[in-house]
T-cell receptor, first 113, second 116 residues
């Protein structure tokens, strides 16, 4: 059973455009939602994270929007740049007890020049 | 300040051989996690360890796979009698505190296992 569903699988955006990646989760006990960025041949790196007590978090060109009732959250990359081309993973976990991150399957983003 | 170090970066094994993957966490980190990445499958949790203890191994196959994080030295993920389906990238991550508790996971660059 996949607990975090991510879409789209791949995405092509023109330079300067907005990239939008969506995730949905099933477990209502999840209360920590990070996004990781992975470049080819490298390990994933934390990009931005949100908790369900806020509906939006912005860091530079990256914004997470969170909809608790719909159990969905999304990553928006404003003014997308070729250097943003990477694979993006959403994840979720619980902050009580021992809990590990459950990742989505990833979205391969290509920003064309 | 070195990050999470994994070695080997690439490993080729024939079916039936053993694979040993090593992970040295970031300095001061005592929590280690192993994830497996298959093409188009994302990152699958395998095991979570603290020094000398396995905390959660719910994602690890019951047979042929084992993990340890001794008091001294790196964490080791061991795969016995490898099969072609074990071919994947194996990522190690470390954290200061449990990942769920606002702790950020720091990933290594992965070990890519190819089974011939």
């Amino acid at each position: 059973q996949q607990q975090v569903k991510q879409s789209p699988q791949s995405l092509i955006v023109q330079k300067g455009g907005i990239s939008i990646i969506n995730c949905a989760y099933e477990n209502t006990a999840f209360d920590y939602f990070p996004w990781y960025q992975q470049f080819p041949g490298k390990g994933p790196a934390l990009l931005i994270a949100i908790r369900p007590d806020v509906s939006e978090k912005k860091e530079g060109r990256f914004t997470i929007s969170f909809n608790k009732s719909a159990k969905q959250f999304s990553l928006h990359i404003m003014d997308s740049q070729p250097g943003d081309s990477a694979t993006y993973f959403c994840a979720a976990s619980m902050t009580s007890g021992y809990s590990t991150l459950t990742f989505g399957k990833g979205t391969m983003l290509l920003v064309s020049p | 300040n070195a990050g999470v170090m994994q070695n080997p970066r690439h490993l080729v094994r024939r079916r039936g051989q053993e694979a040993r993957l090593r992970c040295s966490p970031m300095k001061g980190h005592s929590h280690v996690y192993w994830y497996r990445q298959l093409p188009e499958e994302g990152l699958k949790f395998m095991v979570y360890l603290q020094k000398e203890n396995i905390i959660d191994e719910s994602g690890m196959p019951k047979e042929r796979f084992s993990a340890e994080f001794p008091k001294e030295g790196p964490s080791i993920l061991r795969i016995q009698q490898v099969v072609r389906g074990d071919s994947a990238a194996y990522f190690c991550a470390s954290s200061l505190i449990e990942s769920a508790n606002t702790g950020e996971l720091f990933f290594g660059e992965g070990s890519r296992l190819t089974v011939l």
